[in-house]
């Protein structure tokens, strides 16, 4: 069965700072990769996906991610953060069959001024 | 689009109500889940019902729990009774693809405090 690790349920960093927030998965297939943002008293929004084309993924709001296989990982990053991205994030992955998604715990980011 | 619509936003009752949300998916997705999050567990997948059938129910936590979907465009999750560890978010979301790669729709949740 897949699962995924995300390290770190709290990253706080200062506006203008990269933003690294990570996340392993275990699969026993290739599998599909998902980040998600939650803002407060809201449902999660997609990020990006990763679903077999390029291992670089482009987001919205600036956000990008790597798929590394040799280290299962598929860490979301954003070169400079903004007040705005404050939220908590989920990681979550699919092993492409009829089985839905399983999330991470979740990182809550905060973005100090 | 309107969007994933789930109401109500918030229940306060009483342990051993009854108690019942519900969720509106996005016209024309064929999927759609219930989820539950809490601070201790996160985000949990109750169950999820394609084209209105349910497919995977065991993440139900109790027998008190209960779903349906009678049509496409309407599901209900029913607690009863209701007991104070239930308290959480509880989302509805949708997907037009079972496979998973198109993206899940959320909606805003209904948070559930059973006193």
């Known amino acids: 069965a897949q699962s995924v690790t995300q390290l770190g349920s709290h990253v706080s960093v200062s506006e203008g700072a990269l933003v690294l927030l990570r996340c392993n998965y275990s699969s026993s297939v290739p599998p599909y990769l998902f980040w998600y943002v939650q803002y407060p008293n809201q449902g999660l929004q997609l990020l990006l996906k990763?679903?077999?084309?390029?291992?670089l993924v482009k987001g919205i709001n600036g956000f990008e991610a790597e798929f590394k296989k040799s280290e299962t990982s598929f860490h979301l990053t954003k070169p400079s953060a903004h007040m705005s991205d404050a939220a908590e994030y989920f990681c979550a992955v699919s092993d492409r069959g009829n089985t839905p998604l399983v999330f991470g715990k979740g990182t809550r980011l905060s973005v100090i001024a | 689009d309107a969007g994933v619509i789930q109401s109500p936003r918030h229940e306060v009752t009483e342990m051993g109500q009854e108690v019942t949300l519900r969720c509106k998916p996005i016209?024309?997705?064929?999927?759609l889940f219930w989820y539950r999050q809490t601070m201790m567990r996160g985000l949990e997948l109750l169950i999820y019902f394609n084209n209105n059938v349910p497919i995977d129910d065991s993440g139900m936590p109790e027998d008190r729990f209960s779903a349906k979907m009678p049509n496409a465009s309407f599901s209900t999750l029913k607690i009863q009774p209701s007991e104070p560890r239930d308290s959480a978010v509880y989302f509805c979301?949708?997907?037009?693809?079972?496979?998973?790669?198109?993206?899940?729709?959320f909606g805003n949740g209904t948070r559930l405090t059973v006193t």
């Open positions: 016209s024309g997705h064929n999927s």
């Open positions: 990763y679903t077999s084309a390029a291992t």
């Open positions: 979301a949708s997907s037009s693809d079972t496979r998973k790669v198109s993206p899940l729709h």
